[in-house]
């Protein structure tokens, strides 16, 4: 089993991305979404609802990294200026790694007015709920770039299997292609 962590700021295309790279590889996709979308409904965007789906995907990653599947995606924001976020990361790398999985590193990075076109596409607001608050999701996406780091710098990321891809002129069949490509992936289409 191989893991495919694809992170970037919101809008940026993960999802569409690990669509199809799910599509491509026969790997599976949890998107942050899943969760995200899950415990909303309950608890809003609160702390609350950032613990539970923290625990929920922690306990997802445990069990995927006992199966046989042949690999595994997740998608999530990672806000760079948040310690707890790079802790975070590490707690869920180390479940891949104590059970020998290889792990890769995949930053997706787009302007923001590509990042704005995507925010309202068909296949963004189908599978996330909370998206479909337009005005919300626009303010949200402005904000965080006042109040977070969602990219890496140069060098941040020290891991071997790690490549950063600038997306605005890529499709995310050719961003999948990339991808596949630059890490040694094997594509079975």
């Known amino acids: 089993m191989e893991v495919i962590l694809l992170f970037g700021p919101q ?12 599509k491509r590889m026969g790997y599976r996709l949890l998107h942050n979404h899943m969760t995200i979308d899950l415990l909303v409904p309950f608890f809003g965007f609160s702390e609350e609802m ?3 789906s923290t625990l929920f995907r922690e306990e997802i990653f445990q069990s995927v990294a006992k199966t046989n599947l042949p690999g595994f995606i997740f998608t999530f924001v990672w806000d760079f200026s948040s310690q707890e976020d790079w802790e975070t990361v590490d707690r869920m790398c180390a ?3 104590q059970q020998r999985i290889t792990v890769y590193f995949v930053e997706l990075q787009a302007d923001v007015d590509i990042r704005l076109k995507r925010n309202v596409t ?13 005005a919300f999701s626009k303010a949200d996406l402005l904000r965080t770039m006042e109040t977070s ?5 140069e060098g941040e990321i020290k891991e071997t299997n ?8 890529l499709s995310a069949s050719e961003t999948a292609e990339v991808i596949i490509q630059h890490l040694g992936l094997e594509d079975m289409q």
């Open 11 to 22: 809008a940026v295309g993960k999802m569409t991305v690990g669509q199809e790279l799910e």
């Open 50 to 52: 950032w613990r539970l």
């Open 162 to 169: 790690y490549v950063r891809l600038q997306t605005d002129d």
């Open 95 to 97: 479940i891949f790694k």
């Open 149 to 153: 780091r969602l990219q890496s710098r």
């Open 122 to 134: 068909e296949n963004r607001l189908e599978h996330k709920p909370t998206k479909r608050n337009i």
